[in-house]
């Protein structure tokens, strides 16, 4: 595994075949992290299938949790596209008015639903 930190931003990378997993550790919004994302990289992260997952908290350091892209639109991922793959924590995603979803890796990444408003580090993808 590569493991790149570069203090001065707080991220790490995580190449993949034709994707690379962004670590930044930067409190921000899901819509702030989003845009973030979008302007210095591609989007957040879309976890599409097990691998990608795998490398995703392969990434992460345990017991975090942090946005990725998925948010409630028919839970779709922030580039539009659509989500089959699954990685819920039971009992999620709950009926709230909580749209947007962070990875919580104090239960290996799975998925929870959150309020957008709330502030975690997140995980971007850069794309090749």
Partial sequence: M????????HCGLFPGP???FVLNNNLMTWTQAQSYCREHHTD???VRNKAENKKVKELVPSGRD???????DSWKWSDGS???FRYWLPGEPT????PCVAANFNNSGK???????LKRAFICQREW
């Fill in 111 to 117: 998925w929870e639903n959150w309020n957008c408003d």
């Fill in 66 to 72: 942090l946005w990725i892209g998925l948010f409630r």
């Fill in 82 to 84: 659509n989500s089959s």
């Fill in 2 to 9: 590569l493991w790149y930190l570069c203090p001065a931003l």
């Fill in 44 to 46: 957040l992260a879309s």
């Fill in 95 to 98: 009926v709230k008015n909580e």
């Fill in 18 to 20: 034709n994707v690379t």
